[in-house]
C-alpha cells in the first residue's frame, strides 16, 4: 500500500457524460500528479498540481481539467466524454521539497478505471 | 521533450536465470530514473530508483545502472522467481524536487517460467 487513495475504483459511464474522480496523497505529500494508462498509448502525465496551484501539463485534454484543494486532495474532471476516453487514470503524489536536488520519488494510487460505453 | 525507449517490449525468462530490460532517454538534463512494476489491473509500484549522480544501485535480487553518457539506464533482475512476473516500465523526469513530470518507457512484459 502506496498511502495514496484513490476513489472510486470502478467507474462505468455512457459517452457524453461528465465525471469526477478523487485522489489522496500520502500524508505530508505535497504535490499530486494524475496519469492515464490505456493500452495503446501506456502511462502519460496528464497534469501535476503543488499545494494547491498547477504546477505541469502534459497530453492533457481540453475536456479534462483538474484541481488541488487545500486539504491537498485532488479531483480529476472529465467531461464530454469519448470512447476512447476508457482508461486506467492513476494519482501519483510526492513530498514537493521546494528547491534542490533531482525529481521527488512518486507513489502512485491503485487507479480508477473508467470505461465509457 | 523527453522520449523514453524501452527493449524488449516481452521477455520470457526460465525461473532462477537472469533478465534484463534497457531504457534510453533523449533529454540529457534527466537526473532521476525510476522503474515501476505493474501486475494487471495493479498500481505501478516502485522497486528502485536511480539519480544521476551515480552509476548503479542495487537492492536484493534488482540492480539498476546508468550511463549518462550514453543516454541509457538498465535494469537486472537475478535469480528470477515466478513473482517476478509482471510489466515493468522505466522512466525519465528532469527537474527539481517537486518540479518533475515522469516520461514513462512503452513498458515489458516479463514472463518468469517455473
Known amino acids: 500500500d502506496s498511502g495514496v487513495t484513490q476513489t472510486p475504483k470502478h467507474l462505468i459511464t455512457a459517452t457524453g457524460q461528465r465525471v469526477t474522480l478523487r485522489c489522496s496523497p500520502r500524508s505530508g505529500d505535497l504535490s499530486v500528479y494524475w496519469y492515464q494508462q490505456s493500452l495503446d498509448q501506456g502511462l502519460q502525465f496528464l497534469i501535476q498540481y503543488y499545494n494547491g496551484e498547477e504546477r505541469a501539463k502534459g497530453n492533457i485534454l481540453e475536456r479534462f481539467s483538474a484541481q488541488q484543494f487545500p486539504d491537498l486532495h485532488s479531483e480529476l474532471n472529465l467531461s464530454s466524454l469519448e470512447l476512447g476516453d476508457s482508461a486506467l487514470y492513476f494519482c501519483?503524489?510526492?513530498?514537493?521539497?521546494?528547491?534542490?536536488?533531482?525529481?521527488?520519488?512518486?507513489?502512485f494510487g491503485p487507479g480508477t478505471r473508467l470505461t465509457v460505453l | 521533450g523527453e522520449n523514453v525507449e524501452q527493449h524488449p517490449s516481452t521477455l520470457s525468462v526460465q525461473e532462477g536465470d537472469s533478465a534484463v530490460i534497457k531504457c534510453t532517454y533523449s533529454d540529457s538534463a534527466s537526473n532521476y530514473f525510476p522503474w515501476y512494476k505493474q501486475e494487471l489491473g495493479k498500481r505501478p509500484q516502485l522497486i528502485i530508483d536511480?539519480?544521476?549522480?551515480?552509476g548503479e544501485k542495487k537492492d536484493q535480487r534488482i540492480a539498476v545502472t546508468l550511463n549518462k553518457t550514453a543516454k541509457h539506464f538498465s535494469l537486472h533482475i537475478t535469480e528470477t522467481q515466478p513473482e517476478d512476473s509482471a510489466v515493468y516500465f522505466c522512466a525519465a523526469s528532469k527537474g527539481s524536487g517537486s518540479w518533475g513530470k515522469l516520461q514513462f518507457g512503452a513498458g515489458t512484459q516479463v514472463v518468469v517460467t517455473p
Open positions: 501519483a503524489s510526492s513530498v514537493g521539497r521546494r528547491t534542490g536536488g533531482s525529481t521527488d520519488t512518486q507513489y
Open positions: 536511480i539519480r544521476s549522480n551515480v
